[in-house]
């Protein structure tokens, strides 16, 4: 549908044009009515957003308010739309297939999307160039480039600390842990009790970044810097696989297996898990709803505390959902939507929409590192820290759609899982990963 006219521009029709059309007015008004729409100087201007639900809602609500009151100003009908976040795959691939839909789309949870749709996908530089200045800059640029352009607006990350029980430490002597090793040791304890540690070893966002941060801790990668060269059959990588077996067996459930996103917050809260890794969206949670201590009259929130993401005998080092905003190419909003995106990176807007998150979401922005809420609750002080070390899923390899495909798969998740729960060797499963991530990059694998 072609752009309609603003006012201004229906001033601009000469005197001639204006009498010209009016004189087939019975024939012209006819057919307006006949095609049961108003003309196109009288039609609305609407801009729609594809997003996800968050974990920590007033986050969305914060988002909602800033998108309805930029279409009051411009005069703009707005829609936001909000969807479970593992049907977000899903609903892009259906609006590119159909080139329509929403205007403006979240991209994520990695930064791969913007190199498996690139060729859809606004050039965002001029949008880019404008927001950083105004927000101390980028915090690290160069991780955002899809083939050297911005096809993307890096968005928000949810940082991922470790969360602990601090009741349940003191009750098996022990005070907050650093190192993976450390966990596993409070882990083991805590399982003893009935209270064991708890981590996704599934087909869950949450459980490709912890065992990438493993991975990455004792010194593994499974893709090298040019982002081509797959490096996954390594010693390191068996050092990593070794102690994930240790700490499924000997520290936690089984039932870690079949985690979603969700699980270990409920794990924790329902008083169960001594500790799992996971943004702070299971503290807030826990702090609204005033959950109690399990056969107590105290809330849990005030036992939970946030430590900094583990360190391993080589690294410490996570990474987390990279979730982005992107403007579609068959979009006929383009303008509108950059517009909007120069608004909402406004940095008074930027600010009230982290403060709406409770630090939850965290903008890829120097100036957002320091803002006041990361000082407003002790449970909030590592999330800078643990930013400073998160990198993209396919660190050190570049950004691309395959590297996206090997977290869409859950390719680390399935590695990791079948050598925990003795389905297969160390080496077994590290040569199905490697023949799975060779097919991937060599673009002969389907995405799911």
């Known amino acids: 549908m072609a752009s309609p006219l603003t006012v201004l521009d ?77 049907q977000l795959q899903t609903k892009k691939a259906a609006e590119v297939q159909a080139r329509s839909g929403h205007d403006l789309t979240a991209l994520g949870p990695g930064l791969g999307d913007a190199d498996l749709y690139y060729d859809y996908l606004v ?24 083939r050297g352009k911005w096809k993307l607006l890096p968005w928000w990350l949810p940082p991922f600390p470790m969360a602990v029980r601090t009741d349940l430490l003191e009750q098996i002597g022990e005070k907050n842990p650093d190192t993976w090793e450390d966990w596993l040791r409070v882990g083991k304890k805590g399982k003893a009790i009935g209270h064991p540690f708890g981590t996704a070893l599934g087909h869950s966002g949450d459980a490709n970044v912890t065992l990438l941060s493993i991975l990455w801790s004792y010194g593994g990668s499974y893709v090298a810097k040019d982002g081509r060269t797959i490096t996954i059959n390594s010693k390191e990588t068996r050092q990593a696989m070794e102690f994930v077996k240790r700490l499924y067996t000997e520290a936690m459930d089984q039932e870690v297996l079949a985690w979603d996103d969700a699980s270990n917050n409920r794990c924790l809260n329902a008083g169960k898990c001594i500790a799992i890794h996971n943004p702070i969206s299971a503290y807030e949670s826990a702090k609204k709803d005033k959950v109690l201590v399990p056969g107590t009259q105290r809330e ?13 005998p080589v690294d410490r080092k996570t990474t987390s959902g990279f979730w982005c905003v992107g403007i579609w190419n068959f979009s006929k909003n383009v303008d509108l939507a950059k517009d909007f ?43 800078p820290e643990v930013a400073k070390v998160s990198v993209p899923p396919s660190w050190p390899g570049l950004t ?6 090997v977290w869409d798969l859950y390719i680390i998740p399935d590695m990791f899982a079948q050598h925990a729960t003795g389905k297969m060797t160390a080496d077994q499963a590290i040569a199905w990963a490697e023949k799975e991530m060779q097919e991937i990059y060599a673009g002969r694998k389907r995405r799911p």
């Open 10 to 86: 229906a001033r601009r029709v000469s005197r001639r044009h204006f009498l010209g059309a009016a004189a087939g007015g019975a024939a012209g008004l006819s057919g307006i009515l006949a095609a049961g729409r108003a003309p196109a100087i009288a039609q609305t201007r609407e801009l729609t957003f594809l997003t996800i639900a968050s974990f920590v809602p007033e986050t969305d609500k914060e988002l909602k308010r800033q998108f309805e009151e930029w279409g009051t100003k411009n005069k703009v009908k707005v829609r936001l739309d909000s969807i479970a976040h593992l």
């Open 123 to 146: 050039d965002l530089n001029d949008v880019a160039a404008d927001v950083a200045p105004r927000n101390g800059g980028w915090l690290n640029p160069n991780d955002y480039l899809i």
């Open 300 to 312: 849990i929130a005030d036992v939970i505390d946030h430590v900094n993401t583990p360190r391993g």
């Open 341 to 383: 995106l120069r608004y909402h990176f406004q940095p008074d807007n930027l600010s009230r929409w982290v403060d709406a998150g409770h630090g939850f979401n965290m903008p890829f922005l120097t100036n957002l590192t320091k803002h006041p809420v990361y000082k407003s609750d002790k449970q909030y002080r590592f999330i």
């Open 400 to 405: 691309t759609a395959a590297s996206q495909q």
